[in-house]
């Protein structure tokens, strides 16, 4: 159940009520106050604020039965997740002040004019002497924005805005967010390629597939920066690295588990991919209409690709079917699927990573009893798989050898990185992933794709810690 935090701005009457029936009436409703502000005092009239944390399917109610209180006027409702949101949450911020005219004269012209004809006759110059160095584009169409689907560029720009403030805080990677309007495939790769001088890496994002997979190659070989489309490439890459700690719990290899996974969408294809690059042999992918068989023929070219994978199974079925003796389940699809009996069809030792939002795959609750390692995409239970462990340690270390792209051995490299955060003497059921604040992350992620890019031929640099 989703909570939330909300500020009620109410005036009371004395003669009429005390605070003790407003916040008896707050705790009747299944508000919990977690603070009070006195707005106005007086001895007759009082205005307060009221911080109640409250389930989103409570908060309704809790306003209406303070609205139906006699002698409570409810005079504003805030909610503070919006609060957190007004005039956005990102800005620009200069590095060097400018105070007079020598500041001026340095930072705008005439000085400006030589690092520009510099620049121009080395156009590399731009990585050390712009934002180039150090600056990611966030980029979407909001046709496939969260659980919330195609609702479009402007709805779509607090998520991506969300993007740049964990790029910025989590790897110091100044990112900014960009929502085009258009769904047009060749005009957003255009578009895209057109604003890419000024950027260091593109981060591509809620992309609605198959059209994702098209601009992400299109723009990877077009391009001479990273370009890296993390609902894709960001799961698949945490996904690993759980997969890496949850087979060392139960006692299993790589190469040897049969593994379903269920929702072949972009983030599906791409885990699928991974797998195979980490070493899976028996991989049963799973769509709504069932199995993708080895030798199959499908509409979608991804699909395709996957049926021409040796280690994809040919036997076709339903989910409910190929799930009896899987080591692994991995669902990136949509929830109530599966229950406790389907679990129990799963070989010993099973691990489940259930990681559709909000609601997994199967309630945690029903498999836990019949599941070794359980894993979801919530932050309400253990082993949280998600892609904030991914992105800012990749662009991180793409940046710093600035590589032209992040190919597979980069990404298998930060999967194994992130897997490597956790002991030995820490691993267990419970804890096979790290946190997102964990501040070993991104130095690992970033020093396994440095040193990837470098022995894959894709850095232009080499970092000073790195000579």
């Known amino acids: 159940m989703a909570y939330n935090s909300i500020i009620v701005r109410v005036e009371l009457n004395h003669a009429e009520v005390n ?15 977690s603070s009070i502000d006195v707005i106005r005092p007086g001895s007759d009239r009082s205005v307060r604020d009221i911080t109640i944390d409250v ?68 156009p590399q110059k731009a990585f050390s002497l712009t ?11 909001g046709t496939a924005v969260l659980g919330l689907g195609d609702i479009g560029p402007y709805a779509a720009a607090p998520v991506m805005e969300g993007k740049a403030m964990l790029f910025k805080q989590l790897a110091d990677v100044d990112a900014f967010p960009l929502c085009l309007d258009t769904k047009d495939t060749e005009e957003i790769i255009r578009t895209i390629k057109a604003v890419s001088p000024i950027f260091g890496g593109i981060n591509l994002e809620d992309i609605s597939s198959p059209r994702c997979f098209e601009i992400e190659t299109r723009l990877a070989d077009e391009l001479d920066i990273p370009v890296f489309h993390d609902d894709q490439h960001g799961t698949a890459v945490v996904v690993t690295a759980g997969l890496i700690n ?5 006692g299993k290899r790589m190469e040897h588990i049969r593994v379903v996974v269920n929702g072949i969408g972009a983030a599906g294809v791409s885990i699928c991919k991974m797998l195979l690059a980490a070493g899976v042999k028996r991989l049963v992918p799973v769509d709504r209409d069932g199995a993708i068989v080895r030798g199959g ?28 003796g899987a080591d692994v389940f991995i669902g990136v699809s949509r929830g109530g699927l599966l229950n406790a009996e389907d679990m129990q069809k799963m070989a010993p030792n099973n691990i489940v990573f259930a990681m559709a ?19 979801t995409g919530r932050s309400d239970y253990p082993n949280q798989i998600n892609n904030v462990l991914v992105f800012p340690g990749i662009f991180r270390g793409a940046l710093d050898c600035r590589a032209t792209r992040i190919n597979e051995p980069m990404k298998l490299a930060a999967a194994r990185a992130i897997a490597s955060v956790i002991s030995d003497g820490e691993r267990s059921e419970q804890y096979i992933i790290p946190g997102i604040f964990n501040e070993e992350v991104v130095a690992r992620v970033r020093r396994a794709v440095v040193e990837t890019a470098i022995l894959t031929g894709v850095s232009r640099r080499t970092p000073p810690d790195f000579r």
């Open 297 to 324: 023929t499908y509409s979608n070219p991804m699909w395709n690709w996957l049926a021409e994978q040796p280690q994809v199974e040919s036997e076709p079925g339903t989910l409910k079917e190929m799930i009896a």
């Open 357 to 375: 939002n909000p609601t997994p795959e199967i309630d945690p609750e029903e498999a836990l009893p019949h599941v070794r390692v359980f894993a």
């Open 19 to 33: 605070f003790g029936q407003v916040a008896s009436t707050i705790i009747a409703a299944k508000g919990d106050i």
């Open 246 to 250: 949850a087979l060392k719990v139960v």
């Open 55 to 122: 389930s989103d399917t409570a908060e309704a109610k809790v306003v209406e039965s303070l609205r139906a209180l006699t002698g409570v006027e409810v005079i504003n409702v805030s909610d503070r997740t919006f609060l957190a949101h007004l005039g956005g949450k990102v800005s620009v911020q200069p590095k060097l002040p400018i105070k007079n005219r020598d500041d001026l004269s340095r930072v705008y012209t005439p000085g400006v004019a030589k690092v520009c004809t510099s620049i121009h006759e080395n």
């Open 131 to 141: 934002i180039k160095r150090n600056t990611v584009a966030v980029i979407s169409d």
